[in-house]
């Protein structure tokens, strides 16, 4: 049997890099700041460096705390609504940002993002393609 | 407006590029579009989107009690439906006319995330 999806978005990346990295933008109201992100099908959410908040305009602590757990603790970061855009599809998301200044790097997992879309990886070739889930 | 011998000059170099240098030129392109649409889109079309990201988080500070762990369908303040997935909460939003709503999870109290850690 064989199935079949389509997709209308492309990216290539640099397979020889850690991680899928991708590079998108968040915006919100007249502010918007382009970000790498770490494609992470493990992640529960989308988990941003707090400068990007800030660099957005957000008092970061003014979002709900939420807690997010890794293999050597736990840490907090800060729920808020922004536009994620992907490959030029845009999404309002419940984006989190990290209370801790070091945390690296920034992640779209799946609450905001993977549950948005349809996804398909061509790892060999660095080939990464996306439709928005209904959109097909 | 650039000049037409410029665009067929680029044209020409685009086509003897490989195949990988134009997923390259393809990426840049959709990112410049990206860029573009960010700061031609109508002011007022802009308002409205931020006008609906206001009240819809007023909303949900409102009621994420009630539709924690779920995901919620609103335009604005507007509860068109809930899901226990993405797709069960868009269905609602096509259902209601407005297949552009938010589609949201509202994170419950005590809710914990995970993530792998990086390197």
């Given at each position: 049997m064989s199935h079949q999806l389509h997709y209308n978005r492309l990216a290539s990346y640099d397979p020889a890099q850690s991680g899928?990295?991708?590079l998108v933008s968040l915006s919100l109201v007249a502010h918007s700041v382009e970000v790498e992100v770490k494609l992470d099908t493990g992640a529960t959410d989308c988990i941003f460096a707090r400068e990007w908040g800030e660099q957005l305009g957000l008092d970061v602590e003014q979002g709900r705390?939420?807690?997010?757990?890794?293999?050597?603790?736990?840490?907090?970061?800060?729920?808020?609504?922004?536009?994620l855009n992907v490959l030029g599809l845009e999404f309002d998301i419940p984006?989190?940002?990290?209370?801790?200044?070091?945390?690296?790097?920034?992640?779209?997992?799946?609450?905001?993002?993977?549950?948005?879309?349809?996804?398909?990886?061509?790892?060999?070739e660095g080939k990464l393609y996306l439709s928005r889930y209904g959109q097909e | 407006?650039?000049?037409?011998?410029?665009?067929?000059?680029?044209?020409?170099?685009?086509?003897?590029?490989?195949?990988?240098?134009?997923?390259e030129i393809n990426q840049f392109l959709a990112q410049q579009k990206q860029?573009?649409?960010?700061?031609?889109?109508?002011?007022?079309?802009?308002?409205?989107?931020?006008?609906?990201?206001q009240l819809r988080t007023v909303w949900l500070k409102a009621h994420r009690d009630e539709?924690?762990?779920?995901?919620v369908a609103l335009d604005g303040d507007r509860l068109l439906g809930t899901g226990k997935n993405y797709p069960e909460a868009h269905g609602a939003a096509k259902a209601a006319g407005v297949p552009e709503a938010y589609i949201g999870f509202v994170y419950p109290e005590n809710y914990?995330?995970?993530?792998?850690g990086w390197a």
């Open positions: 899928i990295t991708l705390a939420v807690r997010i757990r890794t293999t050597t603790g736990i840490f907090v970061a800060y729920e808020h609504d922004v536009t984006a989190l940002f990290a209370h801790a200044d070091d945390f690296r790097p920034s992640v779209l997992g799946r609450h905001g993002f993977l549950d948005h879309v349809y996804l398909g990886l061509v790892d060999y | 407006m650039m000049a037409v011998n410029t665009v067929q000059n680029i044209k020409q170099q685009l086509a003897q590029l490989s195949p990988q240098e134009r997923d860029r573009d649409a960010l700061f031609t889109e109508p002011a007022a079309a802009l308002t409205e989107r931020e006008r609906k990201r539709y924690g762990g779920l995901y914990e995330g995970a993530m792998g």
